[in-house]
């Protein structure tokens, strides 16, 4: 079963820096593109980032681009979010998804995890 | 950037009834093209993907149609557990980008 749980989320000042993580199990991680995805409270679902399975390539939205850095460790089977500079538009629920094989296209989700940026 | 524009934004259906969720994009994607089912507090599910291929595990009184700009997700009879946010994305060129959402309330 493929499972995804994110963690690092939480309170943050304008300015300021997280890490999230997504530590996925249940399938060949190294084998598969991941993304980030964000949802503000009451609203739709934005898609932040995304990296491909040998992690050689990143793709990223242009709201976070240079604030934000996807990484990830395939030896570790662990996503990563790299949050600096941070805004309180960027307050929300950050998930992360795997790609199917074909696509970016997202057939497994985590739980989220909240930022909140906020002085 | 591809602008991907759902509509109704809300619709207010009975148990039983057909309902159909339009995606528009504002250029062509392709087949690329995937609905999502979210309930309140939970991460988004895979319904379709593909535009018309139906991802394991999901019942099949949902299916999706379309190619190019417009596409369709059409509940054949809609169930208690169906009642929830809807949403597609497209998957044809960065920035990937979502629909605004059909909200799919009880009557």
């Known amino acids: 079963e493929v499972r995804l749980v994110e963690s690092g989320g939480g309170l943050v000042q304008p300015g300021g820096s997280l890490r999230l993580s997504c530590a996925a199990s249940?399938?060949?991680?190294?084998?598969?593109?991941m993304i980030w995805v964000r949802q503000t409270p009451g609203k739709g679902l934005e898609w932040v980032s995304g990296?491909?399975?040998?992690?050689?390539?990143?793709y990223y939205a242009d709201s976070v681009k240079g604030r934000l850095t996807i990484s990830r460790d395939n030896s570790k089977n662990t996503l990563y979010l790299q949050m600096n500079s941070l805004r309180a538009e960027d307050t929300a629920v950050y998930y992360c998804?795997?790609?199917?094989?074909?696509?970016?296209?997202?057939?497994?989700w985590g739980q989220g995890t909240l930022v909140t940026v906020s002085s | 950037d591809i602008q991907m524009t759902q509509s109704p934004s809300s619709v207010s259906p009975s148990v039983g009834d057909r309902v159909t969720i339009t995606c528009r994009a504002s250029q062509g994607v392709s087949s690329w093209l995937a609905w999502y089912q979210q309930k309140p507090g939970k991460a988004p599910k895979l319904l379709i993907y593909t535009a018309s291929s139906l991802q394991s595990g999901v019942p099949s009184r949902f299916s999706g149609s379309g190619s190019g700009t417009e596409f369709t997700l059409t509940i054949s009879s809609l169930q208690p557990e169906d009642f929830a946010t809807y949403y597609c994305?497209?998957?044809?060129?960065?920035?990937?980008?979502f629909g605004g959402g059909t909200k799919v309330e009880i009557k």
């Open positions: 249940g399938f060949t991680f190294s084998s598969y593109a």
């Open positions: 998804a795997k790609e199917t094989s074909s696509s970016w296209q997202s057939d497994s």
């Open positions: 990296i491909t399975g040998s992690g050689d390539t990143t």
């Open positions: 994305q497209q998957a044809s060129s960065f920035p990937l980008t």
